[in-house]
Each structure stands twice: as C-alpha cells, then as structure tokens.
C-alpha cells in the first residue's frame, strides 16, 4: 500500500491518498477532518448526511489528480489458483 500526500486544491491541507479504482479510494487524514473548513461549514449549517466528513473539494482534487496522472490508481494482485489455500 503507498499512501501519496496530496494538497487539498480547496484548501491546502495535506492528506494521503491512495486510489485503488473509481470507487475506491482510501484517504488518511494528517489532521483532524473535522477542522477542514468545508466539512465545518457543513456541520456548522447542520446539513443532512454533513457529520460523514466528506469534502467535495477533496473529492474534486483526487479526481483531478487521477486525471492529470499526478495520483496513480494502485494495482491489487490477487492470488492465481495455485496460491490459493485447500479448505480439504
């Protein structure tokens, strides 16, 4: 697994991602997410589903990111046959 730090274009934190496919992707944050100033905001307006710490300026970045080829989709190799373990 390789974590690439990538700066928010909304805000300028620092995170580290890694992108597995379109709708995978993991993310850890290097601060607490409750301080992005997008998912506050949120929170602040008591919008519905605002307490998922979901940003969609940092969702937009990682986006772009894959498309600019500045963030790599990482490749699982999953085991062949042969690797696999006998349950008999």
Do not use: N, Y
């Not at 990538?6 to 995170?15: A, P, W, Y």
């Not at 997008?38 to 969702?59: K, M, N, P, T």
């Not at 970045?61 to 600019?68: F, S, Y």
Request: charged share 30%; glycine share 4%.
């Amino acid at each position: 697994m390789t974590m690439t730090p990538l700066d928010c274009r909304g805000c300028g934190r620092v995170v580290r991602v890694e992108k597995f496919s379109a709708a995978h992707t993991s993310i850890e944050w290097t601060f607490d997410s409750r301080e992005c100033p997008f998912i506050a905001a949120l929170a602040d307006a008591d919008v519905f589903g605002s307490h998922s710490r979901r940003c969609e300026q940092l969702r937009r970045t990682i986006d772009e990111a894959v498309a600019d080829h500045e963030l790599t989709e990482s490749v699982l190799e999953l085991p062949t046959a042969e690797q696999l373990p006998r349950l008999h």
